[in-house]
């Protein structure tokens, strides 16, 4: 096993409670300390519940273990953040701020930061490059970008190796939605596997970029794996999984559930939506680190499905 002591804050959420478990199979149970405001349903290695607003906490905590990596997870997301605009700024911006000055003054080795698409706005018009402008629509959108430029700033100040990447909607059977506008196409997986139908809260031709969650680790820890001479992008890197629409997915499922019933009522989430870029540019993360997804929307959708319904068994069981 590899000689971290790596901390996850936000361990109980959508990536974080699958990114705890990939982390403890390569580094080792005991080298992975899961965090999160509240106690999760299960845990089997170490945890400590933490207030990310707390410095003096986040502080103690990096001390205590002697933390090597953070990888920082907690944040109000997108759909969520719209209903309450000052709080969502506020909880992801100081918890960023007290991770950045704990992990400076520890010594610590690497910082991940994730950011999202959520950073583009209306000026993106399909495809997000590297570099397009960034003019996010939503408040969540503000605070990643913000994050963004002061991981920046405290790579250049104090030479602190931190690495972002730029999450599209992450797609994964292993928890629940989390109050993100992508978050349709992990519940609608749910009732499709329970018999229901689904109410989408987008139109049915709105293609947004996904990833799978399988993908998305991958990404994430071989980003934070590179060598540090071939990370040359210090705000968020661009990443790319799969692009689809609500009646793409649905049309996926009905290869596996031909009787998948999808009714489409947009809400206040379709703006959100449509100030997101349709497709993504990874080129910069496939030259610096090889990075290549390796799941198709029917791979995914074959996988989900199988996954659910074997949850929701063992449920009834």
């Not at 001390?63 to 997301?77: E, F, M, P, S, V």
């Not at 969502?88 to 610590?108: D, K, P, S």
Request: glycine share 6%; net charge negative.
């Amino acid at each position: 096993m590899k000689s971290e002591c790596i901390l996850v804050i936000g361990a109980n959420g959508q990536i974080g409670s699958v990114l705890v478990e990939y982390l403890r199979e390569l580094y080792g149970v005991g080298q992975v300390v899961a965090s999160d405001l509240r106690q999760p349903d299960h845990e089997t290695g170490l945890f400590e519940q933490l207030d990310a607003t707390d410095a003096n906490a986040l502080a103690a905590l990096v001390k205590k273990y002697r933390i090597t990596q953070i990888y920082h997870l907690a944040a109000i997301l997108s759909a969520k953040g719209e209903q309450e605009p000052l709080k969502t700024w506020h909880i992801n911006m100081q918890t960023y701020f007290n991770v950045l000055e704990a992990a400076r003054e520890n010594n610590v080795a690497k910082v991940f930061y994730p950011s999202s698409i959520a950073v583009f706005g209306d000026h993106v018009d399909t495809k997000a490059e590297q570099w397009s402008y960034l003019d996010p629509a939503t408040v969540y959108g503000i605070s990643k970008t913000a994050g963004e430029n002061w991981s920046n700033y405290y790579y250049k100040r104090y030479g602190m190796d931190i690495r972002s990447l730029r999450y599209p909607g992450i797609i994964g059977y292993q928890s629940m939605p989390g109050g993100g506008t992508t978050d349709y196409a992990v519940d609608i997986y749910h009732k499709a596997v329970k018999g229901e139908a689904f109410d989408c809260f987008l139109k049915a031709a709105t293609t947004l970029p996904m990833i799978y969650i399988s993908d998305a680790m991958d990404a994430t820890v071989r980003l934070m794996e590179a060598p540090i001479d071939k990370i040359t992008i210090r705000t968020g890197y661009n990443l790319a999984g799969i692009s689809f629409s609500p009646e793409e997915v649905a049309a996926s499922i009905r290869k596996f559930i031909p009787d998948f019933q999808i009714n489409y009522k947009p809400d206040f989430r379709q703006q959100i939506a449509d100030s997101w870029p349709q497709q993504i540019d990874d080129a910069e993360a496939r030259k610096d680190w090889g990075w290549r997804p390796a799941y198709s929307l029917d791979k995914m959708t074959e996988e989900m499905i199988a996954a659910l319904k074997t949850k929701y068994q063992s449920v009834k069981s």
